[in-house]
């Protein structure tokens, strides 16, 4: 404790030395344990010791839970600095923000939980759960109608019968009992839920953000119901995990199906896309034929974003796409004849396609419907493939850019093999607070994510609405 409380009260009845002195036993037996070997088999009875552990250790941060709100009660944060238990726990007692919460609430928790205290005693619930049930009843005791409920013991009864409910169920988590504790708290005060629905309405925002290697990060924040919209639409395009090779990790699935959803949205004809600025476009990409050639020597694909890609990336997304022809002039790099742009399949041939098939075509198997697939030249129309149905197959995006990817790698492109990434990279520091972004990316309204090829060294794209 802090420097006043010691010098003003007596040490509690038993001292608090023999309580650390045996905490410190404890702590030698484990260690003892933790260092001895451990005959195979007996594994889950070690297990099993270390939740009975857990439990007595819980007892022990209850207990003195109990006494930091007698510490506080008595005015021992008088002189300390902090005005707050939870501060001075965090602060004083160096202990982690969520430990100091749960110290804190466990010493305010209301004195007619007496359920969900014998409910902890007996292990139904865990010294979580027990303190989310505190905290919720709090909460609700704060707003509660003063003439509906006058007596304070009441409310708490009344409360704490669902969560307790809740609580003592194996499958209920501390986020389902938080779930349920909002309900109660927006119920009895609905205009509080209002507020808080309005500050992050207020305070949503997104960015993306280009890297030095043209990489890019993405960020958005916002309420809880543009929550719900964006989940819902990525569900639309997150198929079950792939039950043959696929290896990506949940991160690069939820990209994936970001990605897939922007490319259909972009692709649909203006008469479905009613949002759609006029002249908007997917994105247009200039790239030399020795590149999609593989000869060595070729330099990368530039998109109008002034974005170089790599050949594995530009070859599965000019697989299927509106082509132009440029030709310029080897000197000065002038464009000397720019062609009309024409798909390299034709409507009838997507059409026969979707007939013959209703999934993706990948040799290991793939459930992705044929809806959300590219059409793929088995043999690569650079390479002298037709345009026609004998060479066409669907391949989703990512089995699109997996068959690339492995040329890639054959060819020496790409050492790094596919699916290792098991975290997402961290957020970015500079981040904005909620209601205060950064400056915003130059606004391209109406684009998409789906390149299209040129022939030719160099040059800009055309942005022509033909291009998809």
């Not at 203006?270 to 247009?284: E, L, M």
């Not at 997507?350 to 793939?366: D, N, T």
Request: aromatic share 4%.
């Amino acid at each position: 404790m802090g420097e006043n409380a010691s010098s003003s009260t007596s040490p509690p009845p038993g001292g608090a030395e023999r309580a650390v002195a045996c905490l410190r036993t404890a702590g030698e037996v484990l260690r003892g344990l933790a260092q001895a070997d451990v005959p195979t088999g007996a594994e889950h009875t070690l297990g099993e010791a270390l939740i009975q552990v857990l439990r007595g250790l819980d007892e022990v941060k209850l207990a003195a839970a109990d006494a930091a709100g007698v510490f506080e009660a008595r005015g021992g944060l008088v002189g300390s600095g902090q005005f707050r238990l939870s501060h001075w726990l965090q602060h004083v007692a160096d202990r982690s923000p969520g430990e100091a919460r749960q110290i804190a609430e466990l010493a305010h928790r209301s004195p007619h939980l007496e359920e969900s205290e014998q409910a902890h005693a007996h292990g139904e619930i865990s010294l979580a759960k027990l303190e989310r049930i505190s905290h919720w009843v709090n909460e609700g005791l704060a707003c509660r109608s003063v003439g509906v409920w006058p007596e304070a013991a009441g409310f708490v009864h009344a409360a704490e019968g669902p969560l307790l409910g809740l609580a003592a169920q194996p499958a209920v988590t501390v986020r389902g009992l938080d779930q349920a504790g909002r309900r109660l708290r927006y119920t009895l005060d609905p205009a509080r839920q209002e507020k808080e629905y309005q500050d992050r309405y207020a305070g949503r925002g997104a960015r993306l953000v280009r890297g030095m290697d043209d990489s890019f990060h993405l960020e958005a924040w916002g309420d809880e119901a543009s929550g719900d919209v964006l989940r819902n639409a990525l569900d639309a395009f997150l198929a079950p995990p792939g039950k043959h090779d696929d290896e990506r990790t949940c991160y690069q699935r939820t990209h994936d199906a970001l990605i897939e959803m922007c490319q259909s949205v972009v692709e649909l004809p203006a008469g479905q896309a009613p949002r759609r600025t006029a002249g908007a476009a997917p994105v247009a990409v200039v790239v030399g034929l020795d590149l999609l050639q593989g000869q060595s020597g070729a330099s990368p694909a530039v998109s109008e974003y002034g974005t170089l890609w790599p050949a594995s990336a530009v070859r599965a997304q000019a697989g299927d796409c509106a082509l132009r022809r440029v030709v310029l002039d080897p000197a000065s790099g002038a464009p000397l004849d720019v062609g009309r742009s024409r798909r390299l399949f034709s409507p009838a041939v997507r059409a026969a396609l979707m007939a013959r098939r209703q999934r993706c075509a990948w040799q290991g198997g793939c459930d992705r419907p044929i809806a959300w697939c590219q059409v793929d030249h088995k043999v690569a129309w650079w390479d002298g493939g037709a345009s026609d149905l004998s060479n066409a197959q669907p391949l989703c995006r990512f089995h699109n850019l997996e068959k690339e990817h492995r040329r890639a790698r054959e060819r020496g492109w790409g050492p790094r093999p596919p699916g290792k990434p098991t975290t997402p990279p961290p957020p970015l520091p500079q981040a904005p607070p909620p209601g205060r972004p950064g400056s915003e990316q130059r606004k391209r309204p109406g684009r998409g994510a789906h390149p299209s090829a040129a022939e030719g060294g160099s040059g800009e794209g055309s942005g022509d609405p033909d291009w998809c």
